[in-house]
């Protein structure tokens, strides 16, 4: 059975005027009462149906009952709640880092995986709100920025349709391209990431070599704490050469990136040949789930032309909105108001009176 989130106050401590309000009922049944009792010492029945109200039954308790919800939202409403809710996303900027090495020329996504690739992100580009900016970034044996970070989706196509076959497959410098085209003056270069035979063991990607490549001090955030941007890493097979992936990956990660990968083709592996040779191509699934594991991200896999549709079909709608802890105490105040004001018309509309 799920479990629905309680309700989370920044001060909680207003939470205790609450306890007021069954006050307020007793003293709303002891003035009815009272009024009652002075109304019978009239002789004449007109003057005590004229001193009890117009109003009989329940329509004269519905003011004041609106009345008490008002209050209680109020006093909600001091507590400052907020909770998780769905708001249109404040992400500016996506790059696609696409893969264009030799292996996509398979056939087993129908025409082939680059076309299906290709048509899937362009329909991604279609679903996208007008105001997310769009990079596009194709690796194989290096990576380079294809698209600049744009508004005009007639320019991403045309970057997208452009795309040439090479060989190799260098994941880790399609993460490192993508964010430096998404951080221009951090110093984010392939040239300053060391190699992972010349890299000391857990030194950073960040972390510059001593006496070269000095950069300001950079200071890592919560991995997903950058909203402003994401990254969507398509790869069909596995890194032959260039910057490690996972390292790549926790480049991306201390600046609060998120990297959602996608894995199109076979788990298994496939024999293609081209030029007079042939390889061995198998997708990496668990390198690409430890990218989005390390990025807060999530990981999709597209074996046919249809799932790699569906699949941007999801990132554009997951993109376009996302949850958030938004604190909702503007809204309980404007209902507060509201039932308030209904609480007062009513009241002048039926006896001529406020409450």
Same mark, same amino acid.
């Given at each position: 059975?799920?479990?629905?989130?309680?309700?989370?106050?920044?001060?909680?401590?207003?939470?205790?005027?609450?306890?007021?309000?069954?006050?307020?009922?007793?003293?709303?049944?002891?003035?009815?009462?009272?009024?009652?009792?002075?109304?019978?010492?009239?002789?004449?029945?007109?003057?005590?149906?004229?001193?009890?109200?117009?109003?009989?039954?329940?329509?004269?308790?519905?003011?004041?009952?609106?009345?008490?919800?008002?209050?209680?939202?109020?006093?909600?409403?001091?507590?400052?709640?907020?909770?998780?809710?769905?708001?249109?996303?404040?992400?500016?900027?996506?790059?696609?880092?696409?893969?264009?090495?030799?292996?996509?020329?398979?056939?087993?996504?129908?025409?082939?995986?680059?076309?299906?690739?290709?048509? #899937? *992100?362009?329909?991604? $580009?279609?679903?996208?709100? @007008?105001?997310?900016? +769009?990079?596009?970034?194709?690796? &194989?044996?290096? =990576?380079?920025?294809?698209?600049?970070?744009?508004?005009?989706?007639?320019?991403?196509?045309?970057?997208?349709?452009?795309?040439?076959?090479?060989?190799?497959?260098?994941?880790?410098?399609?993460?490192?391209?993508?964010?430096?085209?998404?951080?221009?003056?951090?110093?984010?270069?392939?040239?300053?990431?060391?190699?992972?035979?010349?890299?000391?063991?857990?030194?950073?990607?960040?972390?510059?070599?001593?006496?070269?490549?000095?950069?300001?001090?950079?200071?890592?955030?919560?991995?997903?704490?950058?909203?402003? #941007? *994401?990254?969507?890493? $398509?790869?069909?097979?596995? @890194?032959?050469?260039? +910057?490690?992936?996972?390292?790549? &990956?926790?480049? =991306?990660?201390?600046?609060?990136?998120?990297?959602?990968?996608?894995?199109?083709?076979?788990?298994?592996?496939?024999?293609?040949?081209?030029?007079?040779?042939?390889?061995?191509?198998?997708?990496?699934?668990?390198?690409?789930?430890?990218?989005?594991?390390?990025?807060?991200?999530?990981?999709?896999?597209?074996?046919?032309?249809?799932?790699?549709?569906?699949?941007?079909?999801?990132?554009?709608?997951?993109?376009?909105?996302?949850?958030?802890?938004?604190?909702?105490?503007?809204?309980?105040?404007?209902?507060?108001? #509201?039932?308030?004001?209904?609480?007062?018309?009513?009241?002048?509309?039926?006896?001529?009176?406020?409450?």
């Amino acid at each position: 059975m799920p479990k629905i989130p309680l309700p989370n106050f920044l001060w909680p401590e207003f939470l205790w005027l609450l306890l007021l309000l069954p006050l307020l009922v007793v003293l709303y049944v002891w003035l009815l009462r009272r009024k009652k009792k002075m109304a019978l010492r009239y002789a004449s029945l007109s003057i005590v149906r004229e001193a009890m109200g117009r109003g009989q039954g329940f329509r004269r308790h519905v003011p004041p009952l609106l009345f008490l919800l008002s209050i209680a939202a109020m006093l909600v409403a001091a507590s400052r709640p907020f909770a998780v809710i769905s708001l249109p996303s404040q992400r500016e900027t996506i790059i696609l880092a696409m893969d264009v090495s030799g292996s996509m020329r398979a056939t087993d996504v129908q025409p082939n995986r680059l076309v299906a690739a290709q048509n #899937a *992100a362009k329909a991604f $580009l279609a679903e996208l709100p @007008r105001n997310v900016r +769009v990079g596009v970034v194709a690796f &194989a044996g290096t =990576a380079s920025v294809v698209q600049p970070a744009t508004l005009s989706r007639e320019d991403l196509s045309a970057a997208i349709d452009k795309f040439q076959l090479q060989r190799g497959t260098a994941i880790g410098n399609g993460i490192v391209v993508s964010l430096a085209e998404l951080f221009p003056d951090a110093g984010i270069t392939l040239d300053s990431m060391l190699s992972g035979r010349d890299r000391p063991r857990g030194m950073s990607l960040d972390q510059p070599r001593e006496g070269r490549d000095a950069k300001k001090e950079f200071t890592p955030v919560a991995p997903g704490s950058y909203t402003s #941007a *994401a990254i969507i890493l $398509l790869t069909d097979g596995q @890194r032959t050469t260039g +910057v490690d992936s996972l390292d790549a &990956a926790k480049a =991306a990660a201390d600046r609060g990136v998120r990297v959602y990968t996608v894995g199109v083709g076979t788990v298994d592996g496939e024999t293609i040949g081209f030029e007079g040779w042939s390889m061995r191509v198998r997708l990496d699934e668990e390198t690409l789930k430890g990218i989005a594991r390390t990025t807060q991200a999530e990981y999709f896999y597209a074996g046919t032309a249809a799932d790699l549709k569906k699949v941007y079909e999801t990132l554009s709608s997951r993109l376009a909105v996302e949850k958030k802890e938004t604190e909702i105490s503007g809204l309980l105040a404007l209902l507060a108001a #509201a039932l308030a004001l209904v609480s007062a018309s009513l009241s002048l509309l039926w006896f001529n009176r406020i409450l």
